[in-house]
């Protein structure tokens, strides 16, 4: 069992700046990947980033050069800072543990946390 904790969503100015936290427990957290995912009303969750247990990373080509995916094993936690930001990022975003599969898809992730709150105004 994992428990995902996510927070530093927020009210924000487009072309501002938030940093998100995903604080971990339950499982090696060294050894699961971790993605990040957003959801807007009325939408599907999308990939937004993903980062491996090695450090390598990924991006969904909205966000790609603005965002920025990292991790720190030893406090357990995902980070996810976010530069430029447009008032269509507004929208949940969510911390999951990837189980099997593509990681650009939801449905692969098994683990999720409760989601923050970010509002890009215009």
């Known amino acids: 069992q994992v428990q995902l904790v996510e927070s530093g969503g927020g009210l924000v100015q487009a072309g501002g700046s938030l940093r998100l936290s995903c604080a971990a427990s339950g499982r090696t957290f060294s050894r699961q990947i971790m993605g990040w995912f957003r959801q807007a009303p009325g939408k599907e969750r999308e990939f937004v980033a993903t980062?491996?247990?090695?450090?390598?990373?990924d991006y969904a080509d909205s966000v790609k050069d603005r965002f920025t995916i990292s991790r720190d094993n030893i406090k357990s936690t995902a980070y996810l800072q976010m530069n430029s930001l447009k008032p269509e990022g507004t929208a949940v975003y969510y911390c999951?543990?990837?189980?099997?599969?593509?990681?650009?898809?939801?449905?692969?992730?098994?683990?999720w946390g409760q989601g923050t709150q970010v509002t890009v105004s215009s």
């Open positions: 999951g543990v990837h189980r099997s599969g593509s990681y650009y898809f939801a449905r692969n992730y098994n683990y």
């Open positions: 980062i491996m247990w090695s450090g390598h990373t």
